[in-house]
């Protein structure tokens, strides 16, 4: 990098260019953000990524200060470095314009027409930064989600040896235990690869047009004993005529978890209630309940992994976190999207938008 810099120092020029004009030739080829300064620290070049990226709305970068374009001590004594000591310099720095961005950057000394300059190279490492934060997030999730369970099956384990097995009172009470935290598991594993299939792209979609209302009653079906044990009644409002266009298993796979989720969190005697709309350009399919609803601070939050706007009751219900968050990348795979809007202590409306 420095090597390819440095050729435009030369003091000569080609067919006519001077050296600075070459040197910017080279910056706006480059697609990471370049700053050149002078011995003075005032801006002699930077390419448009830099403009773009550092932009004050105070005008171009082009001779003012370093430091009125940006704060950043550890950023000020790396060009310092560079030029009063020749050192290159390795320094991390977060940029907050329109929004917060970490960039690492290297500065390194140049020499032009004879005079020292400091360039540096800023690497936005904000999407990478973000990623793995994400990925931290969702190992610890993870560890978190299985522990319980597990903690709770080797716990009635350890007491079925030390000779609750024969207990006929609790014994079986106990193995009821292990079960459900077995199945518990069984259903998150199925879900974090579910959704890491879905999310590497290795799950595919074949897309019909279809009657969602036959589908909505298949749905209600599978899950009306559930209804039934918290008296919540299914109404399915969808007219016979209405179409959408979509891949059957995967829609299907959609509204069982959101209708699933409709009634573990409704109120005993609530109702879910599926309408859908039609437009030339989309499909609107509607899941209602009667639920307690969601506070608005967690409206935006709801489809994250692992994210619950009420742990307690989750826990109590049952479910693995991930539900929502699959919902949302099968609507995106179809082209379409999922959102939600919620009245506190009145229900909850979930939205799929598909092709029409």
Known sequence: MNSRYSTASSSGTAAGVSSLEILQR??????????????????????RA?????DRQSGPMHARRLSEVIRDLQLHEAFGKALDEGASVEVKMDFIGSGRRSYDIHVSPIELDGSPHAIGVFYDVTQVERLEKVRQ????????????????????????????????????????VIRRNAERMHELIADILE????????????????????????VFTA???????????????????AKAQADPVRLEQMLTNLIDNAIKFNRPGGSVTLTAVESDEKASIFVTDTGEGILPDHLTRVFERFYRADRGRTREV????????I?????????????VTSTPSQGTVFTIELPA
Not at 30 to 45: F, K, Q, W, Y
Not at 50 to 54: G, P
Not at 318 to 325: D, M
């Open 26 to 47: 080279l910056l706006e080829a480059n697609r990471e953000s370049v700053i050149v300064v002078d011995a003075s620290r005032r801006i002699i070049a930077a390419n």
């Open 50 to 54: 830099a403009e773009i990226a550092f």
């Open 137 to 176: 997030e969702f190992l610890s999730n993870i560890s978190h989600e299985l522990r319980t369970p597990l903690t709770s099956i080797m716990a009635f384990v350890e007491t079925l040896e030390d000779g609750a097995i024969d207990d006929k009172e609790n014994n079986r009470r106990f193995l009821g």
């Open 195 to 218: 959704l890491s299939m879905i999310e590497s792209g290795n799950v595919s979609i074949h897309t019909k047009q279809i009657r969602p209302k036959n589908l909505v009653d298949e």
């Open 223 to 241: 899950l009306s004993s559930k209804a039934a044990d918290r008296e919540i009644s299914l109404v399915n409002q969808i007219s016979p005529g």
């Open 318 to 325: 049952g479910g693995t976190g991930l539900g929502l968050a």
């Open 327 to 339: 919902v949302k990348h099968l609507a995106r795979l179809h082209g379409g999207e999922v959102s």
